[in-house]
């Protein structure tokens, strides 16, 4: 079946680092992609989403590529803040009539000041 | 704005017990997920239900049952808790298919002793 893999964790950065997070899928025919993030005691939200090959998604300096050739679809962002601290969860929709979501395991990310 | 809405946030049980989980969404979303949290394993999912009047497993629905009351609506049900389901539950709602947005509620936390 459909399945992401994620980075173990946890990644520990200085504020202001680059920071990469890498995620790949398996997956049959071709998935919407997303990023979750989860910052401690709340809920998910989404971070960005991308929906065919080669879409980049992109949201408050995050950026992640969806590579077909390589089934990745890794997050990027160039310079790292304390706030950025969370859980990041890569996901996928299944492509058939339910649409579920198959989350990675997560990856925590601590940024010291 | 409240989204989604899940309590109780936190509950004791013993072995044996029983408990409903219950969730609302305000978004007029057809779609209606439950997931467990487990540290190092990502979010699984439970049960969904991928319209009002419908409801189908997911990866791992041993020990679960779900109603969708109706189109806001998504309960789940532990008949017997067990300490393996010692997990934090989230519940998410999304409008329609593909690459639709989840919105998830904030966690409910349950321990089983």
């Known amino acids: 079946g459909d399945s992401v893999t994620q980075m173990e964790g946890p990644v520990t950065l200085s504020e202001e680092a680059f920071l990469t997070i890498n995620c790949t899928y398996t997956?049959?025919?071709?998935?919407?992609l997303f990023w979750y993030v989860q910052y401690p005691g709340e809920g998910l939200q989404l971070l960005l989403k991308?929906?065919?090959?080669?879409d980049k998604g992109s949201n408050k300096g995050f950026e992640a590529t969806y590579r077909k050739e390589t089934t990745s679809f890794h997050l990027e962002k160039g310079s790292v803040q304390v706030s950025d601290s969370a859980v990041y969860f890569c996901a996928l929709s299944e492509m058939d009539s339910s649409y579920k979501l198959i989350f990675g395991s997560g990856t925590r990310l601590l940024v010291r000041p | 704005n409240a989204g989604v809405t899940q309590t109780p946030k936190f509950q004791v049980l013993k072995t044996g017990q029983s408990m409903t989980l219950q969730c609302a969404q305000d978004?007029?979303?057809?779609?209606m997920y439950w997931y467990r949290q487990d540290p190092g394993m990502g979010l699984r999912l439970i049960y969904y239900?991928?319209?009002?009047?419908?409801?189908d497993k997911g990866e791992v629905p041993n020990g679960y049952n779900v109603s969708r009351l109706n189109k806001r609506e998504f309960s789940l049900r532990l008949e017997s808790a067990a300490p393996s389901q010692t997990s934090v539950y989230f519940c998410?709602?999304?409008?329609?298919?593909?690459?639709?947005?989840?919105?998830f509620g904030e966690g409910s936390r349950l321990t089983v002793l």
């Open positions: 997956a049959t025919g071709y998935p919407s």
């Open positions: 978004m007029n979303h057809n779609s």
């Open positions: 991308a929906t065919k090959a080669d």
């Open positions: 239900s991928a319209s009002e009047g419908t409801t």
């Open positions: 998410a709602s999304r409008a329609s298919g593909g690459a639709g947005e989840l919105f």
